[in-house]
């Protein structure tokens, strides 16, 4: 027994500032009246979030994580924003609403409800990890054997939107 709670506290130590950084990179982006400041933001965001997937044994989905969404997604989102050249005179008002405001309170509502809801629940969870759970091969083997539709439906799906980006692209020009 004491093992087991050894290893629920390390964990711990590891998962709250994890998700301190997660919830305050979210937060700072909602708040953020600078589009810059927002996008950095969000990629402290991306990486609490890649933190937490590894603490969950899923280094690949980490890995992905900080590669496409902190690296890629974010160079783009900068690109647009800084191509853009927002001032603050560009900006309109405040960013934080009433609707805002009461909606927040809202989703916090539903998240405590539900968090109290499901706190003892533990029926049905996997006590053990299947073999290669977050590897390259056992995610690639699932993706091209069981999820083989999804996994194609989704490539033309964006297939269709770039060229869809494209079309758009030239009719502005």
Do not use: H
Request: include cysteine; charged fraction near 10%; aromatic fraction near 10%.
């Amino acid at each position: 027994m004491m093992p087991v709670l050894a290893a629920t506290l390390s964990e711990a130590w590891i998962f709250y500032p994890l998700a301190v950084l997660t919830l305050g990179g979210a937060l700072a982006m909602l708040v953020s009246r600078n589009a810059v400041y927002a996008a950095m933001s969000l990629v402290l965001t991306f990486f609490g979030l890649a933190g937490l997937y590894v603490l969950l044994a899923a280094e690949l989905i980490a890995a992905l994580q900080i590669i496409v969404y902190a690296g890629a997604i974010m160079v783009l989102v900068l690109f647009v924003v800084m191509l853009l050249n927002l001032g603050e005179d560009d900006l309109e008002g405040p960013r934080l609403s009433f609707g805002s405001a009461l909606g927040s309170l809202a989703a916090l509502g539903l998240w405590c409800f539900l968090f109290v809801v499901f706190q003892g629940y533990t029926d049905g969870l996997p006590t053990d990890l299947p073999e290669g759970f977050g590897t390259v091969a056992g995610v690639g083997k699932l993706l091209y054997t069981q999820f083989l539709l999804p996994f194609e439906a989704t490539s033309v799906l964006l297939l269709s939107a770039m060229v869809g980006a494209v079309v758009v692209a030239k009719a502005k020009i």
